[in-house]
């Protein structure tokens, strides 16, 4: 039985660690979380110390997440956003990542958003913004499918000849510029930065217009996610 439930404790740090995701790594992380959760209390069976307190924390968790949610602070949420996203600046560039051991242009908005929400929703005790966050981790997609909507978690605002020459006026800091093509998309941050992961630099980095980076001169959708607009 021990066999079983170190497997399962190396599958979920291991399907945790790995930067690049897909559905079936996806499933089999939670499948992984569901099996040694189940092993954990089969050995603490006969520990009531041990397996009531895993118990009360695991029921617990399940009925905060089903909950009902509260109005979310729209400014609040953002700046939660920002601070997310920033903590990834520094951290290599990999096609198809989505944490710090490797990261993509949408892997870094995505997690930003996930991250945001779940913190937030951990903080205030807001299950809403948990399941949205968990929503986001669960269903992958591309810039391009930012850009197009994908599943109405982002809206289009307008369309721009680059980044350098959008109305920054007309922005809010997490919106989102996707290139016309679906290749790339960036975050804002606000006073006129971006966030990217650039995969000329080979990383994440944060940009000021006047810097020279070719991805603030490419035509571009700005989008704005529709999770931090107001309810």
């Given amino acids: 039985m021990w ?17 690049v995701s897909f559905g079936v790594t996806r499933a089999a992380l939670v499948g992984a979380v569901v099996c040694f959760v189940a092993l954990s209390f089969v050995l603490a069976r006969r520990r009531k110390l041990v397996w009531v307190p895993m118990a009360v924390l695991l029921v617990s968790g399940v009925v905060f997440v089903l909950l009902p949610g509260r109005p979310v602070d729209e400014g609040k949420l953002r700046g939660v956003y920002v601070g997310a996203l920033q903590r990834y600046e520094g951290a ?17 908005v995505r997690q930003g958003y996930v991250d945001a929400h779940v913190m937030a929703g951990l903080k205030t005790l807001n299950p809403a913004l948990v399941r949205r966050g968990a929503a986001m981790w669960w269903h992958d997609c591309s810039a391009m499918a930012l850009r ?20 920054h006026a007309r922005l809010k800091p997490g919106d989102l510029a996707v290139t016309a093509d679906g290749s790339h998309v960036m975050a804002y941050l606000g006073d006129e930065r971006w966030i990217e992961a650039d995969p000329g630099l080979a990383e994440v980095v944060v940009l000021s217009l006047n810097d020279a980076n070719p991805w603030l001169d490419r035509p571009v959708v700005i989008m704005r996610w529709t999770g931090f607009e107001a309810e």
């Fill in 92 to 108: 290599r560039y990999l096609w198809g990542g989505e944490n710090r051991l490797g990261i993509d242009c949408s892997g870094l």
């Fill in 3 to 19: 066999w079983g439930w170190w497997l399962a404790l190396l599958l979920v740090v291991g399907l945790g660690l790995y930067p």
């Fill in 148 to 167: 197009d909507g994908y599943r109405d978690s982002t809206r289009r605002l307008f369309e721009a000849e680059s980044v350098r020459l959008a109305d």
